[in-house]
């Protein structure tokens, strides 16, 4: 049986196809958790947006085969007041069955969809938290979800990136004392760094799944990043436009992560949290990487 996934995330709504494998990914940039830093709700066009896209998603998917459909709420939603009121909603306009995962669970299907039961770490910067969480031995040894992502970040710095430095320095202290572990990097930060530093265009799964990073070239992304003004980072070759007003964020949080807890190198990986959330439903499937 063929299904689609979404991940209702703070930046984007993702679908998968999935028949017992990942079959095709499509993206599109809703922006659902701008302004939380300012208020306590989602706003309204963003939930607009995000509905749009669920229900083209959806037919798109039903086009493709699917017979059944579910959905996950992440950072976004589980902090805004509304954000049950807009899971129901998403249930009543689409019928694509939503849940609100906590972070404990977003960090969970982000290593079981990354790893695939090996041993390792992953960092998973979204648009409104960022998880990172390590497996050792074949557990869980290590998780915690700081409330902080591209979105947020950018709420409160702007494209200030002295500022976004400092913030971050500061914020990323709360993860304590983590494991060392060979760790990979999951989400749309890391693939659209890969992205950019690979200079894919168009982007391409193939090339960024697997690709290595180090501190030193994060820290070069980061600086000419943060260099560029929005309208310039747009035409960059591998970037989707529609993130360009948060990439520079996205790689000074995951720069101020790396050196805080002497992460030389991370491995970005395509397979994510949406593999891992139908793993966790379906079942698993032999790893074959």
Not at 75 to 100: D, H
Not at 117 to 135: K, L, Q, Y
Not at 195 to 212: C, F, K, S, W
């Amino acid at each position: 049986m063929k299904y689609a996934i979404f991940d209702i995330g703070s930046n984007s709504v993702r679908m998968m196809l999935w028949d017992g494998k990942t079959l095709e990914k499509r993206i599109r940039i809703t922006g659902l958790g701008k302004g939380l830093n300012a208020g306590k709700v989602l706003d309204m066009a963003a939930m607009a947006r995000t509905l749009e896209a669920i229900s083209e998603f959806k037919k798109y998917a039903e086009e493709k085969g699917a017979e059944g459909y579910f959905a996950y709420g992440t950072a976004a939603m589980r902090r805004a007041e509304n954000g049950k009121a807009f899971a129901e909603r998403i249930v009543r306009e689409t019928g694509v069955e939503t849940e609100i995962i906590d972070g404990e669970e977003e960090a969970a299907i982000g290593l079981r969809g990354a790893l695939a039961g090996r041993d390792g770490g992953i960092v998973d910067i979204g648009g409104a938290s960022t998880e990172i969480t390590v497996a050792s031995g074949g557990r869980k040894i290590y998780s915690y979800s700081l409330d902080l992502g591209t979105v947020t970040l950018t709420d409160a710095c702007g494209q200030n990136a002295a500022e976004a430095e400092r913030y971050c320095a500061e914020k990323v202290k709360e993860y304590g004392e983590i494991p060392k572990a060979e760790y990979y990097g999951i989400g749309g930060t890391a693939t659209s760094l890969a992205a950019i530093d690979l200079g894919t265009e168009p982007y391409d799964p193939a090339q960024v799944n697997g690709h290595r990073i180090g501190l030193k070239r994060i820290g070069e992304i980061a600086k000419t990043l943060s260099s560029m003004r929005v309208e310039e980072r747009k035409k960059l070759k591998g970037l989707q436009p529609e993130r360009a007003d948060v990439i520079a964020n996205g790689a000074i949080l995951l720069r101020s992560i790396m050196e805080r807890y002497g992460i030389e190198e991370i491995t970005v990986s395509e397979s994510d949290n949406l593999e891992g959330y139908a793993l966790g439903r379906f079942g698993k499937k032999e790893d074959k990487r």
